[in-house]
């Protein structure tokens, strides 16, 4: 597991701090791994801070790696290519937090708290970038195309049925 990476959130956006950095996937968190077919390769983050037009303390965090995901056809292993970019808004009271995101339903907004966990953040960001069924375009195997070529057409039947009904 990553050694925490721990920031003020708010001074950090405040203050238009940036921070880059690289993670080995496989020192991350055993939960990132599940969904993973191995752990290797590395992770490359970008944590920038800002202000809004709204004056609302916000972090934006980018990610780049190519990982291996299992292919849910074949269950083969295969490379993803992942790329995010996402922004979270600061908030310091709840009641505008619930108003902020009632208003705009797109927006992605925490509490914010006095330490914030960057690499917690990023296997978060993770998470909810990987695909929910990954698949190859083209799997490719013989074994696939057999049970395809091999397994009969349902509506044959019932095209058959139709075709003797004209006659």
């Given amino acids: 597991m990553s050694k925490p990476i721990l920031i003020d959130p708010l001074k950090f956006a405040r203050e238009g701090r940036s921070q880059t950095g ?60 992942l790329k995010t970019d996402s922004s979270v808004t600061l908030f310091t009271d709840e009641e505008k937090l619930e108003a902020a995101c009632e208003a705009d339903e797109t927006l992605d907004a925490i509490m914010a708290e006095p330490e914030l966990d960057v690499v917690r953040l990023v296997e978060d960001e993770i998470i909810m970038g990987l695909p929910l069924s990954p698949k190859h375009d083209d ?29």
Wanted: with cysteine.
């Fill in 22 to 81: 690289t993670l080995a996937i496989a020192a991350l968190d055993p939960r990132v791994h599940d969904d993973l077919s191995d752990t290797g390769g590395e992770v490359v983050y970008t944590l920038t801070g800002h202000v809004d037009a709204l004056r609302r303390a916000v972090l934006r965090l980018t990610l780049d790696a190519t990982i291996s995901v299992r292919c849910q056809r074949c269950l083969s292993s295969m490379p993803y290519v």
């Fill in 139 to 167: 799997c490719g195997t013989d074994a696939l195309e057999r049970a395809k070529a091999d397994k009969p057409n349902p509506f044959a039947v019932l095209a058959a049925l139709k075709g003797t009904k004209s006659e």
